[in-house]
C-alpha cells in the first residue's frame, strides 16, 4: 500500500478516511453508527462505507458490518475457556482479534478505491479499547494506514450536571492526548437534550464555573467552596486549552440531525491530519527505521562474528548446518481468516480462536493471552 501522502498526491481518488467511534457504554454509538451508515446510503450517488464491529460482547447491531468481530472470536467460549468475567472476555477477545488486524487492514486496502468512509465501532465498555493495549495497536494501525480521525459520543442529556460533564470532557481530553488524532466531540442525543448548555460552558469557562457555583453540593457546611469545587475550577481552566483543539457537533442519532455536520466535521479532520498527524507519523516512522536499522546491523554484526568463531572452532558441524529446501514453506500463521461479509454473503460459522489452545501442536499457534 502507497504511504497515505504519496498515494493522497499521486492519484485522483482521495484515500477513505476512518471514522473511529469511541463513547461511554450507553451513549449511543451503535445507533450513531447506523445512522451515519443510513445518511451514506441515501446521498446521491449512495456512498455506503466500510464498517467494522469490534464490540465481540454486543447481541445485535443495528447496521450491517462487513467485518465482525463475532465472526471470526465466540465471546463466551472465550470467557468459558480462559476463566474470565465479561469485561476480561472482551478484553482478550480484542487481543486475539488484534494478532490477525494485518489481515483486517489487507481487506480494507482492497476496498480503498471504492469506498468513502471507513467507520469501527468499538466496544461499550471504553477504557477496554481506550485504556488497552489492543485498542492503541488497532487505532496506530489504522492512522498510519489511512486519514482517521477519533468521534467522542456523549450522551447529552446525561451531560447537564456540570461534574459529570466536566468528567467527561477530562476522558476525552485523555484519549485526544493519547492519539493525537483529529478530534469530534459529538453530542448526541440532542432531540432529548440540545447542547447549548455544553457549548456555552466550553466557549467561556467562567459560565461554567457560573453553572458550578449554582449546582448543589459545591458548597460544604460554612457555606466555603468544597474540594470539588475548587479542583473543578481549576480544571476548567485547563480545559479550556483542550477545547480549543476540538471540532464539536450536535446530533440526533435517532431523528438524524446534525449528521450533515458532522460530516463536514470529518471532511475538516481529513485536512488536519494531512497537514498535522502525517507529518509527525512520518517522522516518528524515520526515527524507528533509523533505530531499528541500527539495532539489526549491530544484531547482524554479532551473530556472524560469533558464527566465524563457531565455524573455526567445529568445522565439522559447520558442514552440517546446511540450508534445507524441505522445510521451506510451512505456514506458521494458522489457518485462522478474518471474514469480510460483503465478500462472503453468508459468513457462517466464526473460526473459534479457543480451539488453538485445545489443539496445541496440531497446526494452529495461535498467541494466548498473557
Ligand atoms: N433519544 C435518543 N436515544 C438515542 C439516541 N442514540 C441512541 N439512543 C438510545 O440510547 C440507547 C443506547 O444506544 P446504543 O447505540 O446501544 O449505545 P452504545 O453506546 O452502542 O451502547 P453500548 O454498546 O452498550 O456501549 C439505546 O436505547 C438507543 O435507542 C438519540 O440520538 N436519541
Same mark, same amino acid.
Given at each position: 500500500m502507497d504511504s497515505p501522502s504519496s498515494a493522497a498526491s499521486s492519484s485522483t481518488k482521495k484515500m477513505p478516511i476512518t471514522i473511529i467511534v469511541i463513547g461511554m457504554a450507553g451513549a449511543g454509538k451503535s445507533t450513531f453508527v447506523q445512522r451515519i451508515n443510513s445518511y451514506l446510503h441515501s446521498q446521491n450517488p449512495p456512498t455506503p462505507p466500510y464498517i467494522l464491529n469490534l464490540?465481540?460482547?454486543?447481541?445485535?447491531?443495528p447496521y450491517e458490518a462487513n467485518i465482525d468481530i463475532r465472526d471470526t472470536i465466540n465471546y463466551q467460549e472465550v470467557m468459558k475457556q480462559y476463566n474470565l468475567g465479561p469485561n476480561g472476555g472482551i478484553l482478550t477477545c480484542l487481543n486475539l482479534f488484534t494478532t490477525k488486524f494485518d489481515q483486517v487492514l489487507d481487506l480494507v486496502e482492497k476496498r480503498a478505491d471504492s469506498v468513502d468512509y471507513v467507520i469501527l465501532d468499538t466496544p461499550g465498555q471504553i477504557e477496554i479499547f481506550t485504556w488497552s493495549a489492543s485498542g492503541a495497536i488497532i487505532t496506530d494501525a489504522v492512522a498510519s494506514s489511512l486519514p482517521t480521525v477519533v468521534a467522542y459520543i456523549i450522551d447529552t442529556p446525561r451531560t447537564t450536571a456540570p461534574a459529570t460533564f466536566m468528567s467527561n470532557m477530562l476522558y476525552a481530553c485523555s484519549i485526544l492526548y493519547k492519539t493525537k488524532l483529529p478530534f469530534i466531540l459529538v453530542f448526541n442525543k440532542t432531540d432529548v437534550q440540545p447542547h447549548d448548555f455544553a457549548l456555552g460552558w466550553m466557549a467561556d469557562f467562567e459560565e461554567f464555573q457560573a453553572a458550578l457555583a449554582t449546582h448543589?453540593?459545591?458548597?460544604d457546611a460554612e457555606g466555603e467552596p468544597t474540594y470539588m469545587n475548587s479542583l473543578m475550577n481549576s480544571m476548567s481552566l485547563v480545559l479550556d486549552e483542550f477545547y480549543k483543539n476540538l471540532k464539536t457537533v450536535g446530533v440526533s442519532s435517532? $431523528?438524524?440531525?446534525?449528521v450533515k455536520d458532522f460530516f463536514a466535521a470529518v471532511d475538516a479532520s481529513r485536512e488536519e491530519y494531512e497537514k498535522e498527524y502525517l507529518p509527525e507519523l512520518q517522522k516518528a516512522r524515520q526515527r524507528r527505521d533509523k533505530s531499528l536499522q541500527e539495532v539489526k546491523e549491530d544484531s547482524m554484526n554479532r551473530l556472524l562474528s560469533d558464527l566465524a568463531i563457531d565455524r573455526e572452532k567445529n568445522p565439522a558441524a559447520a558442514a552440517l548446518d546446511r540450508w534445507d529446501?524441505?522445510?521451506?514453506?510451512?505456514?506458521?500463521?494458522?489457518d485462522i481468516n478474518i471474514i469480510d461479509r460483503s465478500e462472503d454473503p453468508w459468513p457462517g460459522?466464526?473460526?473459534?480462536? $479457543?480451539?488453538a489452545r485445545r489443539h496445541e501442536g496440531q497446526g494452529s499457534n495461535w498467541p494466548r493471552p498473557g
Open positions: 464490540d465481540p460482547a454486543v447481541t445485535h447491531v448543589s453540593g459545591t458548597r435517532m $431523528t438524524g440531525d446534525g529446501p524441505d522445510e521451506e514453506g510451512e505456514d506458521d500463521d494458522g460459522q466464526y473460526v473459534d480462536l $479457543t480451539r
